[in-house]
C-alpha cells in the first residue's frame, strides 16, 4: 500500500504558523475555564489578576501580538504514520527547527528568543528559539499527526519527578508537590500528571497530558465515571483548597485542570511526573496527508468574556525619577502603585554578571542607587510599539544576587513576579527597599505602559540585556513592604480551605 507524501514545504509552513498562532490567542476551552474562575473567585488581588490576564489575551489576540513575552521552547509531537512518505530525507527535527527560526524571526510578529546553547558554560542566545524539542514516533497509518507547543521557562522549571513506592499515595505527592512550587509557574493553570513506565516516559507523559482538551467544567458537571477521573476531581479540589490562587496571591483557583495519562510499569515502582503549565497556554494540533500544509482560522473576538479592568481609586502613584528611601519605606504590602518614569530591566544573565563584577570590585556600567529595577526580557518591537510584550519573571531566581546588590548598590525597588525567598524578604526589610508585582502572562497588557525603551548595558545578552524603559502609570502591587511583609504568604493562608477530599468539599466547582 503507497502512503500519502507529506511535502517539506507543507511542514515547514505548517509548524511556523502554528507556532504564531498559538503566540498570540489562547484556545478556546482556557477562555472558558478562566473565566469561569473569575466568576467563582472572591479573593479581590486573584480577581483583579485573572481579570488582567483576560484583557491581556483580547489585546493580544486583537493586536496579533504575544500573549506572554516569553514564548516558550517549542516542543512538537510528530506521529509519523508507517505508511507515510517524505518529499525530503534530512532528519525530520531539522526541519522542525527551520520551521521554528521562520516563526521566530517574522518580522510582522517577532516572537522572542530565549533558547540559550550551551546550557552548562556559554549560555548564548540561538536568536532563533531553536533548536525545539522534537519527540516522533511511529504509529499506524498514512498520514502524519503533528502537536505543537510553546512552553513557557518560569512553568516548565516547576517540573516535578519522585520514584514512589507502589503503596504510596500519587494524589497526596501531587497536593504535597503543589503546595511547595510557590507561584513562579504562574496560576492559574494546569496540572500534567504523567504516572508509570520509568523515569523518562512519566516526564513524558506528563508533557502530553498537557495536550489534551481541559475539559474539567463538563466533568464536574456529570461527575466522575472512572477512577482516573475521580482522582482529577479529587485533585482539582485538593490543589484549589490550599489557597494559593491566581499568581500566588491568595485565591480559590489554582488549577482549572488536573490532566493525568499512565502507562503500565514495573511492580517495584511508581514513577510520577508533575509539569504544570501556566496561563499562557499555548498548543495546537493538525494532521498532514499529503492535501497541503494546515490552515489556521483566527478566532472571533467576540468569544473573548467582556472584562474591564480598574486600578482602583487608591492607587498611589508613584514617580520612579524622585524615589526617596522614605517614599518606599511607606509603602505597604498590597497597595496598587502606578509608576511612572525612569525604570532599569535586568533578569538572570545580567543579574549573574552585575554580582560577579561587584565581587570583584569592579564599576558597573549602571547606577542602581535609588532605582528600580525591572525583571523582564522583553518581546523584540515592531512598529509603533515602544517594546514587545514584556511581562515580569520569576523573581526567586535573582534571589541569589538581591543581597549584595541592594548592599553595594543602594538599588531601592525590584519588580517580578512570585514570592521571595525568606533570606530575601529579610534583606529587602533590612534595607528599607520594596519588591513589587506585575502580573505574568499579562504582558502585552503591560507593555502599554511603556513610553519608549533602549539598551543601556550588555546588549550582547539579548532579550537579558539591561534596558531602560520610560513607563507610564505601571500598575504594580507591593509584594513585599520594608516592613518585611510578603503578600505570598498573607494571601494564601487566608484563603487557605480546611482540608478536603472529594467527597467532601467547601471549594465551589
Ligand atoms: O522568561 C520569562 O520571561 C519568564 C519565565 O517564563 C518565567 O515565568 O519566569
Known amino acids: 500500500m503507497t502512503g500519502s507524501i507529506i511535502r517539506r514545504d507543507d511542514l515547514v509552513t505548517s509548524i511556523a504558523d502554528a507556532l504564531q498562532y498559538i503566540a498570540v490567542y489562547h484556545p478556546p476551552d482556557f477562555l472558558a475555564h478562566l473565566a469561569r474562575a473569575l466568576k467563582l473567585e472572591q479573593s479581590p488581588a486573584a480577581r483583579d489578576a485573572i481579570k488582567q490576564i483576560l484583557v ?4 493580544a489576540a486583537i493586536g496579533r501580538r504575544p500573549i506572554c513575552q516569553d514564548t516558550g521552547t517549542v516542543n512538537v509531537f510528530l506521529k509519523v504514520g508507517m505508511q507515510a512518505r517524505f518529499d525530503f530525507d534530512e532528519p525530520i527535527a531539522e526541519v522542525v527547527n527551520e520551521a521554528v527560526a521562520i516563526a521566530y524571526t517574522d518580522a510582522g510578529n517577532p516572537l522572542r528568543a530565549s533558547i540559550v546553547a550551551d546550557p552548562l558554560f556559554d549560555r548564548r542566545n540561538t536568536r532563533t528559539n531553536a533548536p525545539a524539542v522534537t519527540h516522533v514516533e511511529l504509529v499506524a497509518g498514512s498520514g502524519l499527526d503533528v502537536h505543537v507547543a510553546a512552553k513557557g521557562g518560569g512553568s516548565e522549571n516547576k517540573a516535578s519527578f519522585a520514584a514512589l513506592n507502589p503503596g504510596d499515595d500519587v494524589a497526596d505527592w501531587v497536593v504535597r508537590t503543589v503546595e511547595r512550587l510557590g507561584a513562579g509557574w504562574c496560576p492559574p493553570g494546569i496540572l500534567g500528571i504523567g504516572v508509570g513506565g520509568t523515569a523518562e516516559k512519566a516526564m513524558l507523559l506528563a508533557k502530553e497530558s498537557l495536550l489534551q482538551p481541559i475539559d474539567m467544567t463538563d466533568l464536574l458537571a456529570r461527575g466522575p465515571r472512572t477512577a482516573q477521573e475521580e482522582m482529577r476531581v479529587d485533585l482539582y479540589r485538593r490543589v484549589n483548597a490550599l489557597g494559593i490562587g491566581a499568581q500566588g496571591l491568595g485565591g480559590l483557583t489554582t488549577v482549572l485542570d488536573v490532566k493525568i495519562a499512565t502507562y503500565p510499569v514495573h511492580a517495584a515502582s511508581m ?14 494540533g493538525f494532521r ?20 474591564a479592568l480598574d486600578a482602583g481609586a487608591d492607587a498611589i502613584k508613584v514617580d520612579l525619577d524622585r524615589l526617596a528611601p522614605a517614599e518606599v519605606a511607606g509603602w505597604r504590602a498590597g497597595e496598587t502603585l502606578l509608576l511612572s518614569g525612569r525604570l532599569l530591566t535586568g533578569r538572570d544573565a545580567a543579574h549573574k554578571r552585575l554580582a560577579a563584577m561587584l565581587e570583584r570590585g569592579e564599576d558597573l556600567p549602571v547606577d542602581l542607587k535609588g532605582r ?14 515602544a517594546v514587545g510584550p514584556a511581562g515580569p519573571t520569576t523573581s526567586t531566581r535573582m534571589d541569589p544576587y538581591t543581597d549584595i546588590l541592594l548592599e553595594r548598590t543602594g538599588l531601592l525597588v525590584m519588580i517580578g513576579k512570585a514570592e521571595r525567598g525568606d533570606e530575601t524578604v529579610a534583606s529587602i526589610g533590612r534595607h528599607g527597599a520594596a519588591y513589587l508585582i506585575a502580573v505574568g502572562g499579562a504582558a502585552y497588557l503591560v507593555s502599554k505602559a511603556v513610553r519608549s525603551a533602549k539598551v543601556i548595558a550588555f546588549d550582547d545578552l539579548g532579550m537579558e540585556a539591561i534596558h531602560e524603559f520610560v513607563v507610564e502609570d505601571m500598575p504594580v502591587t507591593v509584594a513585599v513592604d520594608a516592613q518585611g511583609q510578603s503578600i505570598h504568604k498573607s494571601g494564601p493562608m487566608r484563603w487557605r480551605a480546611p482540608p478536603v477530599t472529594y467527597h467532601g468539599t467547601q471549594i465551589p466547582g
Open 271 to 284: 514513577p510520577v511526573a508533575l509539569i504544570p503549565q501556566c496561563v499562557a497556554d499555548r498548543h495546537i
Open 372 to 385: 528600580a529595577i525591572y525583571y523582564v526580557g522583553p518581546v523584540d518591537a515592531v512598529a509603533g510599539e
Open 56 to 59: 491581556n489575551s483580547r489585546m
Open 288 to 307: 498532514l496527508d499529503g492535501g497541503g500544509p494546515a490552515g489556521f482560522v483566527a478566532p472571533r473576538t467576540e468569544d473573548w468574556p467582556q472584562v
